[in-house]
């Protein structure tokens, strides 16, 4: 009879087990989906109003300490987002913005820039499976860029014109913002 006691307590406690982990799992997605979904879509800035980025000198480093130039990404579309994990905007963005990555880094590139606390960002971006190229500034952001409001993004096309200098968060992965992506990577 405890056999049959204890056979039961082991199902119920698997079967328990295997709900706790679908709810977490879906809770997930469920949660990155609405906080997405939440905040409007980007606005653009029209081609007549676009500043053109020159200034291409900016150092990044990388969580080493390897120092990168900005130059490399020069004649090239980008899209850079300050980010910190002192601000819930910024991390909700970066849920919205998983997507884009995946469906767009072949294409084109990405770089998301701090100046937090390498080891927590770092961690952060690893906690959430983020695979974003994460680098780090310590001298103040070129002309025509600000870090202060984040999330603080920006889409240069090519010709080093800004197309996106969007403040606060924003639900990135949307029909419109896709277009201008492609529409940019023709060009």
């Known amino acids: 009879n405890k056999l049959k006691m204890n056979k039961k307590i082991l199902k ?16 997930k997605l ?18 007549a109003e ?10 990044l480093y990388t969580i080493d300490g390897d120092e990168l130039y900005f ?8 899209m850079l987002v300050f980010v910190s994990t002192k601000s819930k905007e910024s991390l909700y963005q970066l849920h919205s913005l998983k997507k884009i990555y995946e469906d767009y880094n072949t294409k084109m590139n990405f770089i998301f820039v701090s100046n937090d606390n390498h080891k927590m960002i770092s961690d952060y971006f690893s906690d959430n499976n983020f695979y974003f190229p994460l680098y780090f500034y310590l001298r103040t952001p070129p002309k025509y860029f600000s870090d202060a409001i984040i999330p603080q993004t920006y889409v240069i096309s090519s010709k080093g014109r800004i ?6 968060p924003a639900n990135w992965d949307n029909k ?11 060009k």
């Open 71 to 78: 130059k490399k990404y020069k004649g090239k579309v980008l």
């Open 50 to 59: 676009q500043n053109v980025f020159t200034s291409y000198t900016w150092p």
């Open 176 to 186: 419109e913002f896709r277009e201008l992506l492609d529409g940019l990577l023709k």
């Open 163 to 168: 197309a996106v200098d969007f403040s606060g």
């Open 30 to 47: 469920a949660y990155e989906n609405i906080i997405s979904n939440t905040y409007d879509k980007p606005s653009f800035v029209p081609y």
């Open 12 to 27: 119920f406690g698997l079967f328990g087990i295997i709900i706790f982990l679908v709810v977490v799992f879906y809770g």
